[in-house]
């Protein structure tokens, strides 16, 4: 264990205690009970004490899920619906990036667009990724299986990865990726090589996510594109579930963010043009498990018969808060001047 005296993404000392005792009920392998803070200088939130870089493997033991990724595009085996579906948005992709999809009906590059929640489910696929030109090189941190490097391959990026996780990063170099082993220090082998780095759910996992983030501009070129995806603190499913909320998952998740804190931390480490992606569609979700941590239960829910309502109408209101969605989904661009230090 190691303390932790000032914020993990500021610096600042200064700090309210958010909620104690947190336990363990993600995955049940983690002993122990946690104290998570709120910094009250930048807003972020982070454990004190935590596990050392050393000893968190514990608290994986049971935590990744090992499958071969699924990537199917051929619409083979498909109902007419949802071929002609899968056609159309092959349309959008094959036109947004720059992928070869079949089957194909190029009109989807025009519909998509006018369908905000499709086509950004297409576009989180691709985590919007620039069009690929020659040799664009894309390293996804925490690649898991690869299931997102193997789409951006297929719109012409060259992918590298790094995966702690030694059985996913097998799967993922069996499908011909080129995938580390190991933690993310291993990006300091790299200068000014990527063109885009992506992080999903990854960023809250880290013990020092602002010189990761040094680490990683260090490793794109400049005017690079960036996304991370990780759960907001600010969310109305923290709202209303508090020491419930699926997004906590302690000792995993070490630091919180929220929009303001991550884009403080962002400009601070070197990125601008930073923009924020309204991703509505896993409150349901999100609003489901807390429910039943809530109430004591299996935090799994089975899949119902019919929607529960109230997690449609929490999808909703993120909508109309989207500084109170469930996750901070961004988008940013590795500035063309160095990162200050501070
Ligand atoms: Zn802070």
Same mark, same amino acid.
Request: proline share 7%.
């Given at each position: 264990?190691?303390?932790?005296?000032?914020?993990?993404?500021?610096?600042?000392?200064?700090?309210?205690?958010?909620? %104690?005792?947190?336990? %363990?009920?993600?995955?049940?392998?983690?002993?122990?009970?946690?104290?998570?803070?709120?910094?009250?200088?930048?807003?972020?939130?982070?454990? %004190?004490?935590?596990?050392?870089?050393?000893?968190?493997?514990?608290?994986?033991?049971?935590?990744?899920?090992?499958?071969?990724?699924?990537?199917?595009?051929?619409?083979?085996?498909?109902?007419?619906?949802?071929?002609?579906?899968?056609?159309?948005? /092959?349309?959008?992709? /094959?036109?947004?990036?720059?992928?070869?999809?079949?089957?194909?009906?190029?009109?989807?590059?025009?519909?998509?667009?006018?369908?905000?929640?499709?086509?950004?489910?297409?576009?989180?696929?691709?985590?919007?990724?620039?069009?690929?030109?020659?040799?664009?090189?894309?390293?996804?941190?925490?690649?898991?299986?690869?299931?997102?490097?193997?789409?951006?391959?297929?719109?012409?990026?060259? @992918?590298?990865?790094?995966?702690? %996780?030694?059985?996913?990063?097998?799967?993922?170099?069996?499908?011909?990726?080129?995938?580390?082993?190991?933690?993310?220090?291993?990006?300091?082998?790299?200068?000014?090589?990527?063109?885009?780095?992506?992080?999903?759910?990854?960023?809250?996992?880290?013990?020092?996510?602002?010189?990761?983030?040094?680490?990683?501009?260090?490793?794109?070129? @400049?005017?690079?594109?960036?996304?991370?995806?990780?759960? /907001?603190?600010?969310?109305?499913?923290?709202?209303?579930?508090?020491?419930?909320?699926?997004?906590?998952?302690?000792?995993?998740?070490?630091?919180?963010?929220?929009?303001?804190?991550?884009?403080?931390?962002?400009?601070?480490?070197?990125?601008?043009?930073?923009?924020?992606?309204?991703?509505?569609?896993?409150?349901?979700?999100?609003?489901?498990?807390?429910?039943?941590?809530?109430?004591?239960?299996?935090?799994?829910?089975?899949?119902?018969?019919?929607?529960?309502?109230?997690?449609?109408?929490?999808?909703?209101?993120?909508?109309?808060?989207?500084?109170?969605?469930?996750?901070?989904?961004?988008?940013?661009?590795?500035?063309?001047?160095?990162?200050?230090?501070?």
């Amino acid at each position: 264990m190691e303390v932790v005296d000032a914020c993990p993404v500021c610096g600042s000392g200064s700090r309210s205690l958010l909620h %104690d005792g947190l336990e %363990d009920r993600i995955f049940f392998c983690a002993p122990g009970q946690w104290n998570l803070y709120r910094c009250t200088n930048c807003g972020s939130g982070y454990l %004190d004490p935590r596990p050392t870089p050393e000893t968190i493997g514990i608290a994986y033991d049971s935590y990744f899920t090992h499958s071969a990724p699924e990537i199917a595009d051929t619409g083979g085996g498909l109902g007419t619906v949802r071929r002609l579906r899968r056609a159309f948005a /092959n349309g959008y992709m /094959n036109w947004r990036y720059g992928t070869a999809l079949i089957p194909v009906i190029r009109a989807g590059a025009s519909i998509a667009p006018l369908l905000p929640s499709l086509k950004r489910r297409l576009d989180l696929r691709f985590r919007y990724l620039p069009r690929a030109s020659e040799g664009s090189r894309v390293l996804d941190v925490g690649c898991g299986n690869g299931t997102f490097l193997r789409w951006a391959q297929k719109a012409g990026w060259e @992918p590298y990865g790094i995966e702690p %996780d030694a059985k996913a990063a097998e799967q993922a170099r069996g499908i011909g990726l080129n995938v580390q082993g190991g933690s993310v220090e291993a990006v300091r082998d790299y200068n000014h090589f990527f063109d885009a780095v992506t992080l999903s759910h990854v960023i809250e996992h880290l013990h020092d996510p602002s010189e990761t983030l040094r680490q990683l501009r260090q490793a794109m070129k @400049p005017g690079a594109h960036l996304y991370i995806d990780t759960p /907001n603190l600010n969310s109305l499913g923290h709202q209303r579930f508090g020491r419930h909320w699926r997004g906590l998952e302690p000792p995993r998740h070490l630091v919180l963010f929220t929009r303001p804190s991550l884009t403080e931390l962002l400009r601070r480490t070197g990125f601008d043009e930073i923009r924020y992606i309204k991703r509505t569609e896993v409150a349901g979700h999100i609003h489901s498990v807390s429910k039943h941590l809530c109430q004591g239960g299996y935090p799994y829910p089975e899949p119902k018969l019919f929607p529960d309502i109230a997690a449609r109408v929490a999808s909703m209101r993120g909508l109309l808060n989207p500084d109170h969605l469930e996750f901070v989904t961004v988008v940013a661009r590795a500035s063309c001047s160095p990162a200050k230090r501070s």
